[in-house]
T-cell receptor, first 121, second 111 residues
Framework: DTGVSQDPRHKITKRGQNVTFRCDPI?????LYWYRQTLGQGPEFLTY????????KSRLLSDRFSAERPKGSFSTLEIQRTEQGDSAMYLC???????????????????FGAGSRLTVL | GENVEQHPSTLSVQEGDSAVIKCTYS??????FPWYKQELGKRPQLIID?????GEKKDQRIAVTLNKTAKHFSLHITETQPEDSAVYFC??????????FGQGTELSVKP
């Protein structure tokens, strides 16, 4: 296991097309997060899962965005009817949810993937 | 709401000087405040974190301080080196376990 993997690394699409990104987390991690990052900005929270359950989805997220983690392992993020404003880096991160204080014994520490860069023409 | 504010957005220092980056967070943040470093074209990497039961934590040239009363925390880098040049992000954990990130600080260390 070499860390969090994301595929594809780059995607160029035309406005109105659908795109799907895949994230494979660190195998023992039960939490998986999706973030979006644009140039000069911090990662913006989109959604996260614990095992297969989607715990929260950002209220800023359009209905065109959907994420799944069907078997509690890999996750997919789909964007339907893409718009130019969707152009960004989509980052996936995973962690091992722990009990008690955040960060103790490495629990809840996020490890990021390299990201999937989306360009919508 | 869930919000983290980070300042400054850019910081330029001479090699060997210290650099300080500050963040404030909204009321609902819980107990965990990590800092990430992102080099150009690379993924964010955790460099240090602090939990709310401590006020300061050091790791070689890097330290983080936390003031829960004032709801702010800071990253301190001493004896800066050119390889410290990167974008630094603070973050805070909120209800349910998600991390919210600040806007980032682009640090430039001039040799």
């Amino acid at each position: 296991d070499t860390g969090v993997s994301q595929d594809p690394r780059h995607k160029i699409t035309k406005r109105g097309q659908n795109v799907t990104f895949r994230c494979d987390p660190i195998s023992e991690h039960n939490r998986l997060y999706w973030y979006r990052q644009t140039l000069g900005q911090g990662p913006e929270f989109l959604t996260y899962f614990q095992n297969e359950a989607q715990l929260e989805k950002s209220r800023l997220l359009s209905d065109r965005f959907s994420a799944e983690r069907p078997k509690g392992s890999f996750s997919t993020l789909e964007i339907q009817r893409t718009e130019q404003g969707d152009s960004a880096m989509y980052l996936c991160a995973s962690s091992l949810a722990g009990t008690g204080v955040w960060g103790s014994s490495g629990a809840n520490v996020l490890t990021f993937g390299a990201g999937s860069r989306l360009t919508v023409l | 709401g869930e919000n983290v504010e980070q300042h400054p957005s850019t910081l330029s220092v001479q090699e060997g000087d210290s650099a300080v980056i500050k963040c404030t967070y909204s009321d609902s943040a819980s107990n965990y405040f990590p800092w990430y470093k992102q080099e150009l074209g690379k993924r964010p990497q955790l460099i240090i974190d602090i939990r709310s039961n401590v006020g300061e934590k050091k790791d070689q040239r890097i330290a983080v301080t936390l003031n829960k009363t004032a709801k702010h925390f800071s990253l301190h880098i001493t004896e800066t080196q050119p390889e410290d040049s990167a974008v630094y992000f603070c973050a805070a954990a909120f209800q349910g376990g998600k991390l919210i990130f600040g806007q980032g600080t682009e640090l430039s260390v001039k040799p």
